[in-house]
């Protein structure tokens, strides 16, 4: 089944220069990007796409983090994209995710785990409007 998913390069994939080894692996799958964008974050853009734990104490840290530097957001698609980006990226827990998966060769711990990818069909198309408003 063809699907789109929205994936944002984090900045600690960006800091340490793995864009292009992560679209690599996206592309080895045959994944096509549909559109793509460098953007900072702003703090009103980030309560929004954290909405889920904005109220949560440790929700400064994650927004600090995500707009300390421009990030790379892609419109992947392919087949069964957002299942299969989720299975190369690995457990969300960098600490946890086995080798040969993108958080477990390139990441370092919960947060700083290279990239955000949609986990449904249903916040695929809520990220993509977001971020791609005129997609």
């Excluded at 080894?21 to 703090?43: H, K, P, W, Y």
């Excluded at 457990?91 to 290279?114: C, F, Q, V, W, Y």
Aim: glycine share 6%.
């Amino acid at each position: 089944m063809n699907q789109e998913t929205l994936i944002i390069l984090k900045p600690d994939c960006m800091s340490a220069g793995q864009c292009g080894a992560v679209i690599s692996r996206f592309e080895a799958e045959g994944f096509e990007i549909v559109a793509s964008s460098v953007q900072t974050l702003s703090s009103d853009l980030l309560k929004e796409h954290y909405a889920h734990v904005a109220h949560l104490p440790f929700f400064p840290d994650i927004e600090a983090f995500m707009s300390s530097c421009p990030v790379l957001i892609l419109l992947l698609e392919g087949d069964s994209v957002i299942a299969k980006v989720r299975e190369l990226l690995g457990p969300t827990n960098s600490e946890e995710a086995p080798k040969g998966t993108i958080r477990g060769d390139l990441g370092t711990d919960r947060m700083r785990n290279m990239v955000h990818a949609s986990d449904s069909p249903e916040n695929a198309l809520i990220e993509k409007k977001r971020f791609f408003p005129n997609l």
